[in-house]
């Protein structure tokens, strides 16, 4: 129903009359405060009356609900739009829990409607809010398994760039290696200072990603006016990933540089 005004009526349907509702987006784009109804507007080069406005309902997605322009059906179909075919009915359901059987209702209605035989496929198709809600589901995974993906591949090119940034260190301190072991130094110690440099080198990366990732967060949130949320988890998880790539990819290195004999380290140029 109308939030103001009033809606068509039947005998308005099947005269033709160029009589329009229109959403609250339309009513500021084109009208501001003033008030609508008994005003004109073209749709088609044609000019219909303003009877009412619709209730606001606010975005969905991407779709803005409100901008939306509300005629006759037979007015759409003969002035409007020149189609002899509705593309789109729109069904509401009493109860969700009559969705099903209201669905093979309506299926076994156009059958007959349409004369389709029993050995023929529908020609129609009927869904409900759950398979769009399920399609978008579906849609939704599909990209976070791609993303999903994509941060993998990066987070390998990464620990790699990490591990050969730590074979250049061993190399470049490979006389310091030898001088540490000499004057007592274990294996382990050698180890554990350059898991810890990966480490460092790894986090350091990683607190850049997460300030870069906040802040387009943010400016994406002022440009489009979306409602941005960092979760702490999601940090927390970032910093986790950042020490396990510091760890994983610094540890072959690291051995390597424990495992080398002080004589042959301290004899390296």
């Not at 790894?202 to 006016?225: E, N, R, T, Y």
Request: hydrophobic share 50%.
């Amino acid at each position: 129903m109308p939030y103001y005004g009033r809606f068509f009526t039947e005998a308005e349907n099947r005269s033709l009359k160029k009589t329009a509702l229109v959403g609250q987006t339309v009513v500021n784009e084109l009208f501001g405060i003033e008030n609508p109804v008994g005003k004109t507007i073209k749709i088609n080069r044609k000019n219909f009356t303003i009877i009412g406005v619709l209730p606001a309902k606010g975005a969905a997605g991407f779709r803005d609900q409100d901008d939306v322009i509300i005629v006759p059906l037979n007015t759409a179909m003969n002035l409007a739009l020149g189609k002899n075919y509705v593309d789109i009915i729109w069904i509401e359901a009493s109860d969700y829990k009559n969705m099903e059987s209201l669905q093979a209702e309506i299926l076994s209605f156009m059958r007959k409607r349409h004369k389709v035989s029993d050995y023929k496929e529908d020609n129609v198709t009927v869904m409900n809010m759950a398979d769009i809600q399920s399609m978008m589901a579906s849609t939704v995974k599909t990209f976070s398994i791609l993303l999903g993906i994509i941060a993998g591949i990066s987070l390998i090119v990464g620990g790699i760039g990490i591990m050969n940034i730590i074979l250049v260190s061993v190399s470049e301190r490979t006389r310091e290696i030898g001088l540490r072991k000499a004057i007592g130094a274990t294996n382990f110690a050698i180890l554990l200072q350059f898991i810890i440099e990966a480490v460092i080198i790894s986090l350091i990366g990683g607190i850049i990603g997460i300030g870069l990732g906040s802040a387009s967060s943010i400016i994406l949130s002022k440009i489009a006016g979306w409602t941005v949320y960092v979760s702490p988890f999601s940090v927390g998880l970032a910093f986790f990933f950042s020490t396990g790539v510091g760890v994983v990819f610094g540890f072959w290195p690291a051995k390597k540089a424990s495992e080398l004999p002080p004589i042959e380290a301290l004899r390296y140029e």
